[in-house]
């Protein structure tokens, strides 16, 4: 799995861990596998963590 930081319009910042990740237009869809596990709404960056 990857890590993912998701910040959305309100300055929110959330670290989100799956496979992959849509990203079409203000939403994000992050899946583990072809399984949907969270998704977010006003999406302005998406960023892959690297440790």
């Known amino acids: 799995m990857t890590q993912w930081k998701v910040t959305t319009d309100d ?4 670290i989100v861990e799956a496979d992959s990740v849509v990203w079409r237009g203000r939403l994000a ?6 399984e949907e596990i969270e998704y977010f ?11």
């Open 29 to 34: 869809t992050f899946y583990c596998g072809a």
């Open 41 to 51: 709404y006003g999406v302005v960056s998406i960023q892959r963590v690297i440790e």
């Open 11 to 14: 300055n929110d910042e959330r």
